[in-house]
């Protein structure tokens, strides 16, 4: 019995060091899109078959969610090894040093600079620290004008010519295309991608000549004509001005799919075509669908669209060395599929050679994105830029909704924005 | 001397059983709200960011005095007391009513009490998404109210408005909680001696004399114990407002203290202030329970 005792447990821990030695979990979180788990699936399927003794374990959670989990995992220092979220959301945990930096031999790349030039110039500045790189993207995205023609056509309007290429044309398009039920509108126009204000509204006042951080990094709202320009017309949008939308409404994004009638026109990004697809082919195939620029002001000063922003597959630099390497491996692995990508899932990796490609240039209103993205900017990011969209949001809302006056939203906003500046 | 020596060793070993039931229990309570509270006021007293790997940084109370002359802290404070002061004192109020009507009741009772509970087993975040629905412009909320006033189209702004918000979560906190604590007043109805109110009807005694002269005094500890717990529910209030601020509520009228804690570490990654919060939370409920008990009495009550 003894003898019988000695050798299960020495098979035991036998195998225990032999499933040790050759076992690596490689976890990676990201966010839902059912258009690419499937091809990540596939390529975490073939990835494994071609490096034995690996496994990923791929695990999504709602875009809403992700920050809070990754936030709190990594506060527990039990973060993923990958990861993604918006550069807004992810340039803390640059700033806190909590990333591996991109090891470019294990991404299958002969030196940093082949890194640099294998993608369009810029995009790999946001995660660029102290002279190491620390993403890869995943997409890099910008927003330009859906349009239902249906709608329009419903309104008596014509979507091919009037469409609306200013931000005042917007209020009297979309006064148009309302259905209102006394107060209650069962029809939009067009409504706002609340609460996303740092990609989709502070470009309004940056095209007034409003900036939400002076140059220098040292002064919060800068020209407050511009500010108060744009508090105006988001009063003058919502419920007690000409009620053409709220953020208490249903997100616009999310009707529109639908082609249910209830909203004639969204802000949303090129993923947005592949989802329209999957959620609803008639609609897709009808083509009754557009897409234009993002509106400018009349007495603009500059013409600025909607910021763009990235999300970065990013991995964690408190995993083994071996962790990080396969990490890359693999991070590089699924992004040499950028075709892919770009038509199962419609999000565009900003290389060179997919960018320059036929295959995204005949994607269909490619061009409108592609001309709005070379004249726009990337998204404000810092230690603190949630902090600070929260206070935007504060101030849009109380002018739209609580019924504070421009003047003393703009008073506050400042206030708030300078002391999160002076706390950094 | 051997009758002592003899009792005092069965109230040892009465003691010793009784230590061995509430041990786990304590180690449960020790390791799952004393540690976490100690830990919390421990890192009040520092400047710590939640994705920091350096060493915080002592600063002793500067934490508890950014807070005192925050604007934002002040605000929180006012929501807090504004809702629980709206959601307590009418869950106290009717969840008595319907327990008495309730007990009233010959028939249906178990219905009526099913009925009645049947919100306070949903979660939270379910109760909050379905009352997001009903409080959608378009939703039923303004079609009820419309077809009752006979105020057709009219957006009562449940979501927009700085007063109607909070009183929105007001009102899903009050339809979530008030079965719980009808269930709780109709255990407390129930223990009343039927001898009493037997005595009281040969003395010649009414409904309305024996509700207020008979069950009310002798409700006391029942009474005691709802408005305790559901005081101290309505100050952490969380899951209904973050919802209703997530789907496009304006923050500032209803970010009461649990809100502002959340964002202050979540998004703000600063968890030494968030915590400092939390410790003056934890000091409130602990006020307003003291004071509580030192009001009422509860001891006084027999049959």
Redesign the interface.
Known sequence: MKKLLTIFIFVLLLSMTVNSVTAMEITFWTHEDPNRTEIEDRYIAEFEQANPGVTIKRVTSGS?QI??LI??A??ANQGPDIFNMSIEDEY??IA???LAPLDFQAAGYPSLQAVYDAYIPGVLDPVTYKGQLYGLPLELTNWCIFINKKVFRDAGLDPEKDYPKTWEEMVEVSDKLCI???????RRGFDFR??YYLVAMVPMVEQLGGQLISDDGKTAIVNDEAWLKFLKFMQEWG?SGRNLG??????ARKLFNMDNNDIGMCNTGLYQVGRINADNPAFYESKEWMIVPFPVFEDAVKDVPAAYYGHYYMVNGQKSKENQQMAWKFVAYMLSHSEEYLTKVNIVQPTVELMSSETYKSMPYSDVFTNDMAKGHIVYYGE?S??IQ?HV??AV??VM???ISPEDALKTLKRKVQEVLDEE | MSKRISSYSIERKKARWGWIFVTPTLIFFSLFSFYPIFNALYTSLFKK?????KPPDFIGLDNYSYLLESPDFWNSMRATVVFTLGTFVPLLIFSLIFAVFIMSRKRFQNFFQIAYYSPAVLSSVVAAVIWLLI????GLG?QWLNLMMNT????H??????VMVQMSTMLVYFWKYVGYFTIIFIVGLASIPQSIYEAAKIDGANDWKNFWYITLPLLKPTTILVSIISMLQCLRTFSTQYLFT????????INVITLNIY?TA????Q?GRASAMSIILFVIMMLFTWVQFKTSRADEISY
Do not use: M, V
């Open positions: 809403g920050q809070e936030l709190t990594f506060a803390a945990y806190n040093e909590r209102r039920e006394g107060e209650i509108l069962n609340y609460p419920p709220s953020p208490t409404y249903t997100n603190n949630a902090k929260s949001r504060e809302e109380s909704l609580a019924g | 960011k939640l994705l920091s790997l409080f959608d412009p378009r303004n057709p189209g009219i957006d702004k449940w979501l927009a408005h700085s997530q789907g496009g509520a304006p923050l500032a009228p964002h979540i998004r703000d990654h968890i």
